[in-house]
């Protein structure tokens, strides 16, 4: 019976160390977006960006509680900046995808300044 009881607590530390999330904060499995050829990055706003023209569909790619995912979502363009730079999308309006190797700096101040560190 002892032999039971370790093997099963073993089992059930080892499932556990599976689903607990990195000690070091970082998303094991982060979700990023392509559009135009590009890849983004979301950040997070303290308000809402009204997405202006529409510039066609993008992708997300993360995971979920099925496991990993592709969907296709909208893009927009965000007043004074340049799609190259970040691109929003009326799916969450509390967002703003970054390009990769862009910086929070190289947005307008306006709407720099509600973009979560």
Known sequence: MKRVVVLGSAVVLGAVAL?????????PCPSTYEFDGRTYVAHETTAEI???????????TGCGDGGPYISEMAMHD??????????????NARAIYLARGAEVS????????VVLP
């Open 19 to 27: 689903v607990a999330s990195d000690p070091r904060g970082e998303d």
């Open 50 to 60: 009204t997405p202006r023209d529409a510039l066609g569909s993008g992708t997300e």
């Open 78 to 91: 965000v007043d004074g900046v340049d799609p190259r730079v970040a691109v929003v999308s009326p799916v």
């Open 106 to 113: 190289d947005l307008t101040p306006e709407v720099a300044a």
